[in-house]
């Protein structure tokens, strides 16, 4: 059904509903699953127009994808994982359209109206554009 999942995440307790959901799904799907995190601060959308080098934010996103498909690969579940740079909706699409992906499986943070205005709705923007279905499970407020 699915042949590979694409899991995005937040870097944020946030992804640990996400990931555990996955880990179940796996073991009926059997699905490759493919963790992409996007990094959205100054330095990371101009990381590569300016030739920066990583930022230590950069770093430990890169850490933190590690170690989070280390923990899937553990489980037995073929995983790969991409650190994107950019606005976090644009990329997580491009990245879907590019890699093939039949499903997007995301965290949300469950924002209000007002708060979706301020801190922007990936999860919205992401749903409007693309064809593929798009699995979204709700985070505990902290």
């Known amino acids: 059904?699915?042949?590979?999942?694409?899991?995005?995440?937040?870097?944020?307790?946030?992804?640990?509903?996400?990931?555990?959901?996955?880990?179940?799904?796996?073991?009926?799907?059997?699905?490759?699953?493919?963790?992409?995190?996007?990094?959205?601060?100054?330095?990371?959308?101009?990381?590569?127009?300016l030739q920066?080098?990583?930022?230590?934010?950069?770093r430990e996103d890169r850490a933190y994808l590690k170690q989070m498909a280390?923990?899937?690969?553990?489980?037995?579940?073929?995983?790969?994982?991409h650190l994107a740079m950019g606005d976090p909706a644009d990329e997580i699409v491009k990245f879907a359209k590019e890699h093939q992906c039949d499903l997007i499986a995301m965290s949300t943070h469950g924002h209000r109206f007002l708060s979706d205005?301020?801190?922007?709705a990936t999860a919205t923007k992401v749903r409007h554009q693309v064809d593929i279905p798009v699995l979204l499970l709700r985070a505990p407020k902290a």
Do not use: N
């Open 117 to 120: 205005l301020i801190h922007g």
């Open 1 to 49: 059904m699915y042949r590979r999942i694409l899991v995005t995440l937040d870097h944020s307790g946030a992804d640990e509903v996400i990931v555990r959901h996955i880990e179940q799904l796996h073991t009926y799907l059997h699905s490759e699953v493919v963790l992409l995190h996007v990094a959205d601060g100054w330095a990371a959308r101009y990381h590569e127009d």
């Open 52 to 58: 920066l080098k990583d930022s230590e934010e950069i």
């Open 70 to 81: 280390d923990r899937l690969g553990q489980k037995g579940i073929k995983v790969s994982s």
